[in-house]
């Protein structure tokens, strides 16, 4: 609810008084138990801003994280250590979100220690049963994180996140930065494990082309603020924001025609730093009027439980 995240920068950059990078400014939306919610936008948008802030890896600059509707975004660290056993974050590059001198068993069994969920023997065979759930082998225990290939690694990184049976997984690009061939795999398996603990995933993305596949309903960010929300299909059958409409015109589109003609989006995007009063997007939307740089169009719903933010529905 009206979530901020604010950067400062550093002293003296902007001579007087501090600056800040609004990286999440003002963002209202909901995630549903069990569900896949997509967040979609540019690099640089606040997408994993704002994942890092829901689990509180980052401060909360201003608003509130509601998590089974306890307010959990000023907790001390004490109070919080339950909520962090409930939520877990898989990240983009295996490469480097793994420590390269621990071996498998000891990455996957780390969470286990943190929370004291197992010891002993009991240890051993929780680890047996995560590296099973995500398709490596027991042999595969006592090796190093560079003795593995990038979807290998992105797995060991699933188990970790699994170990301490999680309510709530942040995808942030889990299958970016892995071979084509290798991605399908990944999101079936991320998906597989969805239904068999009914986890609910923030699945984060850059562009639109695997997300509709794998979410229930989607957020489009654009400079630190939502523009779009909407089930899936609804979204891609039915775009709102011109945002949206440019991103959904770069992917390939084999079922239809709609949005065959392909929207480049030209001009700058503004500085975080200082964006503009009124329509974030304006400086790129081919549709912008005198009063998109007035006034800052909000979230309003358009249809049932789609949501979209811009003067041309006003
Ligand atoms: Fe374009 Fe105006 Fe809508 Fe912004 S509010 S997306 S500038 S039409
Ligand atoms: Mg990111």
Do not use: W
Request: net charge neutral; proline share 5%.
């Amino acid at each position: 609810k009206g979530l901020k995240k604010y950067f400062p920068l550093k002293k003296g950059f902007g001579k007087g008084k501090t600056q800040y990078v609004k990286a999440v400014d003002n963002v209202n939306f909901s995630i549903y138990r069990g569900e896949t919610f997509g967040l979609v936008g540019e690099s640089g948008c606040g997408k994993s801003t704002t994942g890092r802030t829901l689990i509180r890896l980052y401060d909360v600059t201003e608003g509130e994280i509601l998590f089974d509707g306890t307010d959990i975004s000023r907790m001390k660290e004490k109070e919080l250590l339950p909520y962090r056993k409930k939520m877990q974050m898989i990240f983009q590059d295996p490469y480097s979100s793994l420590n390269a001198r621990m071996t498998v068993s000891d990455i996957i069994g780390e969470p286990l220690d943190i929370h004291r969920l197992a010891s002993g023997k009991e240890r051993q065979e929780r680890i047996a049963q995560l590296l099973e759930n995500v398709g490596l082998k027991q042999e595969h225990s006592n090796r190093y994180p560079h003795e593995f290939s990038g979807g290998q690694r992105q797995r060991v990184g699933i188990a970790r996140a699994l170990a301490v049976n999680p309510d709530f997984i942040i995808c942030d690009e889990p299958i970016s930065a892995l071979d084509v061939s290798i991605q399908a795999q990944v999101v079936n398996m991320l998906e597989d494990i969805q239904s068999k603990y009914g986890i609910t995933y923030l699945f984060i993305a850059h562009d639109l082309s695997m997300v509709r596949h794998i979410s229930d309903r989607i957020g489009v960010m654009y400079l630190g603020q939502l523009v779009e929300i909407a089930e899936s299909d609804e979204l891609y059958e039915n775009p709102l924001h011109p945002y949206t409409q440019a991103l959904l015109s770069a992917i390939p589109n084999p079922y239809k025609d709609k949005h065959k003609e392909r929207i480049m989006l030209e001009g700058e995007v503004p500085s975080p730093i200082d964006p503009p009063k009124g329509c974030r997007f304006a400086s790129r939307c081919k549709y912008a009027k005198s009063v998109c740089n007035e006034a800052e169009p909000q979230l309003k719903e358009m249809g049932s439980g789609h949501f979209c933010a811009c003067h041309l529905y006003d």
